[in-house]
């Protein structure tokens, strides 16, 4: 017959094994996913409430948001994501986080996991032919145009660099207006010009056709045919310039027109837009925001999901109704938002050309490690070129040989 201590023995144990069990469990309820945005609090009753709608759907996920200035974006990304606690999912842009996947800092997503976005789009991430993030929205910019002063000149809005080149002497002899004010200096301006003639890369940048493209601004600038501000004007110089009808053309986000709108209604009320300009290749440029995931993050899985979740059809949908971005999801971008407008909004004319634009952007540049410097080096290769202090092609062989340098 077993004695009463025996049972207290037993009893204890399966008290110890059980207590052992729940230490050892993982406390789901403890997951919290730390979730950095660039500069997006003005948009927090939406991401409260998606936040609000993911946590429901999983219980055993806290989503902690944290909105950090866009100016301390890439600094404080770079020390968090190198460290033992970085956050588990952050909004950055294309160029810095693919350096930070040449650093091996970005944890691989899988491609499968991708099939909800634009498929030109996910190529366009790829690094080496991985992906190391999603893509949350994109720009596409349009021209803006002037067409009193298109239709007192008798030509049509330029659609490629060759027919500004054509038109811009008679705008400016019959108006005193320039054709355009390009910012060609301003970030990566000038090698989204480049890549539409498939010579934005170290080995063609100093090629004949490259040479072409440079001298056509050249010409333009030299002939007083294009304002002088060109070297350095930003875009929101040249809107300004716009907006005062010294310029017929631009080439900006539809969220510019809302800035013509209120701040120059009767230069609105002239106002027409088109699609941007192209090149050889006949693709158009774009800008995207993106989210990556650490390597050392401790909630990959659940960042991931929370990141399909953020960029779903019904989140894409309601986020680009309050704001002037295109969608990156392929159902949202076939929903009539982005297909149909009235020939009287400005606005959504610009939105739908901007969506279809993003069926044509392939081929796309590729950034690489040292994309800021770079751009520093061919932005200065054009201040050189137009302001002639040198030959075009001289020039362009010394940045080849300097790109080269920075890509190894």
């Known amino acids: 017959m077993l004695g009463k201590n025996f049972y207290i023995v037993i009893v204890s144990a399966i008290i110890l094994i059980t207590g052992v069990f729940f230490a ?21 009753p939406y991401i409260n409430k998606v936040i609000s709608e993911f946590e429901k ?4 996920v806290h989503i902690k948001w944290v909105d950090v200035p866009f100016s301390e974006g890439e600094k404080r990304t770079l020390a968090s994501v190198l460290s033992d606690n970085p956050p588990d999912l952050v909004n950055l842009n294309p160029d810095f986080s693919a350096t930070l996947a040449h650093k091996g800092a970005l944890y691989e997503i899988p491609y499968e996991s991708t099939r909800q976005f634009n498929k030109e789009i996910m190529d366009s991430l790829k690094t080496n032919g991985k992906v190391y993030s999603i893509p949350w929205y994109a720009t596409s910019a349009v021209t803006i145009y002037n067409k009193e002063i298109a239709n007192k000149v008798g030509i049509t809005v330029p659609t490629n660099y060759t027919q500004v080149a054509q038109y811009a002497k008679i705008v400016k002899s019959k108006t005193g207006a320039y054709i355009m004010l390009p910012n060609i200096t301003e970030n990566d301006t000038m090698l989204k010009i480049l890549n539409k003639y498939g010579v934005a890369s170290s080995e063609l940048i100093n ?11 050249k010409y333009l600038y030299s002939n007083n045919l294009i304002p002088k501000e060109t070297v350095t004007v930003t875009l929101q110089e040249a809107l300004e310039k716009y907006m005062s009808g010294s310029v017929m053309s631009i080439g900006a986000g539809a969220n510019f027109l809302n800035m013509v709108k209120e701040n120059a209604p009767t230069t609105y009320a002239k106002t027409d837009v088109a699609p941007q300009l192209t090149g050889e290749l006949g693709q158009n440029d774009f800008s995207l925001m993106n989210f990556v995931i650490p390597l050392r993050a401790k909630h990959k899985e ?3 999901k929370f990141a399909l979740f953020l960029t ?11 704001t002037n971005i295109l969608a990156v999801n392929e159902q949202t971008l076939k929903n009539e938002f982005y297909t149909k407008y009235d020939k009287d909004d400005l606005m959504a004319k610009s939105r739908v050309i901007s969506a279809n634009q993003l069926n044509k952007i392939t081929p796309s540049y590729r950034t690489s490690k040292n994309q800021k410097e770079i751009n520093n080096i061919i932005n200065n290769a054009v201040q050189e070129i137009l302001l002639d202090k040198s030959d075009t092609k001289s020039i362009l062989d010394k940045v080849s040989k300097e790109w080269k340098m920075l890509e190894n």
Request: glycine share 0%; aromatic share 10%.
């Open 24 to 44: 050892c469990k993982p406390r789901l309820e403890n997951d919290e996913v730390v979730f950095w945005t660039l500069q997006m609090n003005d948009f927090a």
């Open 57 to 60: 759907e999983n219980p055993e």
């Open 207 to 217: 090629s004949e056709k490259s040479v072409e493209i440079f001298d056509l601004f």
């Open 302 to 304: 659940h960042a991931l």
């Open 312 to 322: 779903n059809n019904e989140n894409q949908l309601e986020l680009a109704k309050m």
